[in-house]
């Protein structure tokens, strides 16, 4: 730990985020009028949507028209809300096994031998590649969609969680045992929090892993559901529809991450600190 | 600061010494690679006596500190604390260069995780704390965030912690080396003022003959390595009633700073 008791801050912190945000609006003004001229000259709209017919979209499958409720019989935002429901089901019991599983492979020698290579060989595999293997086993309903998104976002939590428990810093294990620390109040009082930090990138990567899976396992049976929606869009050269959905899926990703974000400010202040 | 009678540890037993090394050798490695750090060496430090152990960079100072502590066994000899092999935790108190404060924990959190090791009950924690900090000469900073106080601060908070632990052996291996001039002349009067308080054995490591001569009773220079005693001197100053700059100002003092000083360098040729 450095001596410097304050970390300099700049001048005027809300002139700068004011920057910021003004900077992310344009860029995302730039890219629209960008969409824009593009559909225009293509003027195929099943090749490259207009923004407008997008926005048409969104709108329509937002509300009931002309009987029919949203898409496929589900409102955007059911199929958004069950997607994230997957996600969230997948995410939960992968980050518990990863936990659990890196907690045991930085501590324990010889299953950190064995298992090493096992993690590193599922993290390897696309997840689509075991699907059809699920699929077989659990059927098409929800079991083989939530098991794909739990062995999907297992792998980068126990990698992370393993390397930080391996790592952690000698010289602090040995001031509490100076203390009079055993084996588990060393891994209880610094052990754990030094990971934490390490381990919470893992988690913001596994569920960034869930969420880019998702659509993969909606595609079979995947009604409700954004995968299931994009799917059958992609079917009936929808493309707005498709394009939709993607915008769905990338900006609820984004708000999901900002949301870890300031999770780990609160939960790790010391972060970076340490 | 106030003196607090249960922070004071008893100097009784003087018969078995507090640290007892006896023909100590330290190898790091083996085979050719093998590199004698400490020894051979003897020292018996009685209990209640600051004994200051000097010597240039790579003496094995701290190596001996270590094997003091119980974190390293000696290769051959024996080293023994009250009569007992050292175990970490349950022989001495420790405070190192670095702070090494945990940094998901408040400053006084880290104290009271100290107490909590020693089985002090939680009400009595809350009220410890705060009497631990006043002794090393915090106020007002049990709250806040270790990165949010200075390093001199945070180097109070270890010895505070070290306090906590009611061993009557206390072990320092450098701890205000890394400080400012200022902050650390500072340190050096607490520190000395607290364990002529307390009573506590120290073992205390430092390359600087300075410190070695204001706070030991006793100083022990060390050669190059490997470790071996140079010199083994009683200091004869006045422990109480002395203002620092007195004391400093003494004749006797810088005869033993220059005495000292000699052996050093000599010492690691």
């Not at chain 1, 064995?114 to 293997?133: D, H, K, N, Q, W």
């Not at chain 2, 400012?180 to 073992?203: I, K, P, S």
């Amino acid at each position: 730990m450095t001596a410097a008791p304050t970390i300099a801050r700049p001048a005027n912190p809300g002139s700068r985020r004011g920057r910021g945000l003004a900077l992310r609006l344009g860029a995302i003004a730039v890219l629209l009028v960008l969409w824009q001229l593009t559909a225009t000259v293509m003027r195929n709209p099943t090749f490259i949507p207009y923004p407008e017919a997008v926005w048409d979209r969104l709108i329509e499958t937002s509300t009931t028209h002309d009987g029919v409720r949203g898409y496929s019989g589900h409102l955007l935002i059911e199929h958004l809300g069950v997607s994230l429901r997957r996600i969230l089901i997948g995410s939960v019991i992968g980050v518990a096994g990863g936990l659990l599983l890196g907690v045991v492979m930085g501590t324990v020698g010889w299953i950190r031998v064995v298992t090493e290579p096992v993690v590193t060989f599922v993290r390897a595999l696309p997840p689509l590649a075991y699907f059809s293997l699920f699929i077989i086993w659990f059927g098409i309903d929800e079991a083989p969609k939530l098991w794909l998104l739990s062995i999907a976002a297992l792998p980068p939590v126990a990698v992370a969680t393993a390397s930080a428990v391996q790592g952690a810093p000698a010289t602090l294990v040995e001031a509490v045992r100076a203390l009079g620390a055993g084996r588990w109040q060393v891994t209880r009082d610094v052990v754990l929090p030094q990971a934490l930090p390490e381990i919470f990138t893992g988690i913001r990567l596994a569920v960034g892993i869930a969420y880019s899976s998702v659509v993969a396992a909606e595609t079979v049976n995947g009604v409700p559901g954004i995968g299931g929606m994009v799917r059958d869009a992609q079917r009936y050269s929808q493309t707005d529809v498709v394009v939709l959905g993607l915008f769905a899926i990338g900006l609820s990703g984004l708000a999901i991450d900002a949301l870890l974000r300031t999770a780990e400010k609160r939960l790790i202040p010391w972060r970076g600190r340490a | 600061m106030s003196s607090s009678p249960e922070l004071a540890v008893s100097t009784a037993g003087a018969a078995t010494p507090a640290v007892r090394v006896r023909e100590v050798t330290h190898v790091y490695g083996n085979g050719s690679a093998a590199v004698t750090a400490v020894g051979p060496i003897d020292l018996t430090v009685p209990a209640g006596s600051v004994l200051v152990l000097v010597g240039a960079s790579g003496c094995g100072k701290s190596t001996l500190l270590r094997l003091v502590a119980g974190f390293e066994r000696p290769s051959t000899g024996t080293v023994r604390v009250a009569g007992e092999p050292p175990r970490p935790g349950h022989s001495a108190g420790l405070v190192f260069q670095q702070p090494r404060l945990l940094p998901w924990r408040s400053v006084g959190g880290n104290v009271a995780l100290a107490l909590r090791y020693a089985g002090v009950p939680q009400q009595e924690r809350a009220r410890r704390v705060p009497e631990l900090l006043t002794r090393v000469g915090l106020r007002d900073v049990a709250r806040r965030r270790v990165w949010e106080i200075s390093g001199g601060q945070q180097q109070r908070v270890a010895l505070a912690r070290a306090l906590a632990v009611e061993h009557p052996l206390l072990l320092l291996d450098e701890p205000f080396a890394a400080l400012d001039a200022l902050t650390r002349e500072r340190l050096q009067e607490d520190f000395r003022r607290v364990t002529a308080e307390t009573g506590r054995t120290c073992v205390f490591v430092t390359h600087s003959v300075d410190e070695a001569v204001f706070l030991g009773s006793r100083v022990v220079v060390l050669t190059s390595r490997p470790g071996r005693v140079a010199l083994d001197l009683d200091i004869d100053l006045p422990r109480t009633g002395v203002e620092p700059d007195e004391l400093r100002g003494l004749p006797e003092y810088a005869a033993l700073r220059a005495t000292i000083g000699h052996a050093v360098r000599s010492a690691a040729v």
